[in-house]
Every structure is written in C-alpha cells, then in structure tokens.
C-alpha cells in the first residue's frame, strides 16, 4: 500500500467513521477542492464540515466501509459502501427512521500528503427517492 492509499483510507475511517474533526482540518488545506454529488464544490474545510454536519445530522449512526482501492501516483479511487439510519431532517425530507444502505466511488488526489481534489460518485437522488417513498 503506497503513502496516498494510506491517506485514503485514512480520511474515510477517521473523518467519516471516527468522526474526528482534526483530521479534515489537517488533510484539508484551505485551497482544496471537493467535487460533490449534485455538482456542489466546496473548498478547503471550512466548507467541507457543514456538508459532512449535515450527512451525520440525517444518519447519526452512519457508517463507511471501505471496499477497495486503487492507488497510482498522487491518485487514489475508493470503492466504498455506506449504511445508516435516516433520523434527521437535514437533508430536505422528515427522519423516515428507516435503515438504508448506498454505495460510491471517491477518486482523491493528493499533494505533499494532503487532499488537494476529490471527486464523489454515488446515488444520492436514489437515496432521496427511497427515503421519500410511502
């Protein structure tokens, strides 16, 4: 495993299973960029944090896991799958309560061992409509 694959799988259990806030402070530097589901950007981790508060806020047991990764160079894709249950209302549609599971691809790429670009890949409008489902 190379020093980015490291990083990689780094970010996804610290940041989003761990839920250490540090971490996306000290990977995040202020001129990064993320490329979000739905087209939404956001630099660096002052705006990354709201993003995340919001997904922790809808599934306050959300957990990732890391599937497989593919490193070359400064690049590194994730394959990973997620599970949660919806009890917050911070993505635009009443806590359902209901257990869900998705899955996505994050390619990041790296500079000087920080996260310069990331590119997220998932169904989110698919979670929507299964949470929005009678």
Request: hydrophobic share 45%; charged share 25%.
């Amino acid at each position: 495993m190379n020093e980015n694959e490291a990083l990689a799988r780094r970010w996804f259990q610290e940041v989003w299973n761990d839920r250490i806030d540090a971490t996306v402070y000290e990977l995040l530097p202020p001129h990064s960029v993320g490329h979000l589901e739905g087209g939404l950007d956001v630099r660096g981790a002052g705006e990354f944090m709201p993003v995340r508060a919001s997904l922790f806020e809808a599934f306050p047991d959300l957990h990732v896991t890391v599937e497989e990764t593919v490193a070359q160079a400064d690049n590194v894709v994730v394959r990973w799958s997620a599970a949660g249950t919806h009890r917050g209302d911070s993505l635009g549609v009443p806590a359902t309560g209901r257990a869900v599971s998705f899955r996505g691809l994050t390619w990041l790429r790296f500079e000087d061992g920080k996260l310069a670009e990331g590119w997220d890949a998932w169904n989110q409008g698919s979670l929507l409509q299964k949470l929005q489902a009678e």
